[in-house]
């Protein structure tokens, strides 16, 4: 790892470093954020918020919370599940109903259990966020009806998991059990959520996947932001 005062951009091994740009959490906190491929020691100069996710110690960050990768081994036999609600491909023009889901589905992410974050821009973020992956970053989002309402989804990039939520009201039911397997039917192999989110890591496992790998994420603050709101509820989104 780096020593010694840094600016901005820095490099390691000869390769230069500087914080990439998160426009979309810029835009919500009215302030810079940015994230790193690779450990850099701070200060960063005209940033507000680095993020960094590693295995190692990151000197001059403050842990905000552990990530754990689930995925599909060989060797697991995936049960089968058979589900009374129905899952369904999403387009566009429920963009705005998910994003709904995701401004109150989501309390263990890094931007929530970061205290010095204001909780009201963490759920904005995730709503924003939701709303992207929707409008055509993800390659596929499906849906879950209880009863013709919708009340889950979950974006898919690849063979990833990108987002998956499940509203407040429709927790309990296998909902998000019936949208991790309907994403496995859809060629998904990763899925990733918090070490604290127990209730997405029992569905992940109902649904034979297995923790494959664990990683830390970190905050660099260059100052508080001042009181945050931390009324949260007990959402237990993945």
């Known amino acids: 790892s780096p020593t010694g005062k840094r600016s901005s951009s820095s490099s390691i091994n000869g390769t230069a470093l500087a914080p990439a740009p998160l426009n979309h959490a810029t835009k919500i906190f009215g302030r810079p954020v940015g994230a790193l491929a690779a450990y850099e020691a701070p200060p960063f100069a005209d940033w507000w918020l680095v993020s960094w996710r590693g295995t190692g110690a990151a000197p ?67 709503a924003d966020w939701t709303w992207k992956w929707i409008e055509g970053k993800a390659d596929r989002v499906l849906g879950g009806f209880v009863a013709g309402t919708l009340g889950g989804y979950v974006a898919i990039v690849g063979k990833h998991i990108e987002l998956i939520a499940v509203a407040n009201e429709f927790r309990g039911i296998g909902l998000g059990t019936a949208l991790v397997m309907a994403a496995l039917k859809h060629g998904v192999r990763r899925v990733a959520t918090q070490a604290t989110n127990i209730a997405a890591q029992d569905c992940y496992r109902r649904c034979g996947l297995v923790c494959i790998k664990e990683e830390t994420d970190y905050h660099w603050l260059s100052s508080d932001p001042g009181p945050a709101s931390r009324a949260v509820g007990d959402s237990q989104a993945a």
């Open 60 to 126: 001059g960050f403050r842990a905000v919370g552990q990530l754990l990768t689930f995925g599909v081994e060989r060797m697991v036999q995936r049960p089968s599940h058979d589900s009374p609600h129905a899952v369904l491909p999403l387009t566009r023009h429920l963009a705005r109903q998910c994003a709904d889901i995701a401004r109150y589905a989501f309390v263990h992410d890094r931007w929530h259990t970061d205290d010095r974050l204001p909780v009201e821009k963490a759920n904005e973020l995730k």
